[in-house]
């Protein structure tokens, strides 16, 4: 009788390091998916903060790769009229995300 007692033990101890092991992978990962978007959410920030009006922006085709943020957007003008996408990229030099002309 001790032998199903010990293999069970046994069950649950393995169940235990993989539920662990999938909790410490789960958060590490979402570290990871927060900075990526902590930068990319900087990077636009840089680029809408010279626009008539920022909050109007809308993305498509964006992408970031380590210190380098591109990406297609369209905003209005003046006029409140959207003026169609045009390219844009952002350079993260010494922390700062700089927009590149």
Known sequence: ???PQKAFITQVSATNY???AVCLLSVFGYGLYYMFAYDENKAKAAITYNLV???SAQWRNTGLEESM???EVNAKNRMGAYV???RVCAIKE?????VKE
């Open 18 to 20: 993989i539920l662990r």
């Open 69 to 71: 943020f591109c990406g």
């Open 84 to 86: 169609g996408y045009n």
């Open 1 to 3: 009788m001790n032998r």
């Open 53 to 55: 009006d920022p909050s």
């Open 94 to 98: 010494g922390g700062v995300w700089k």
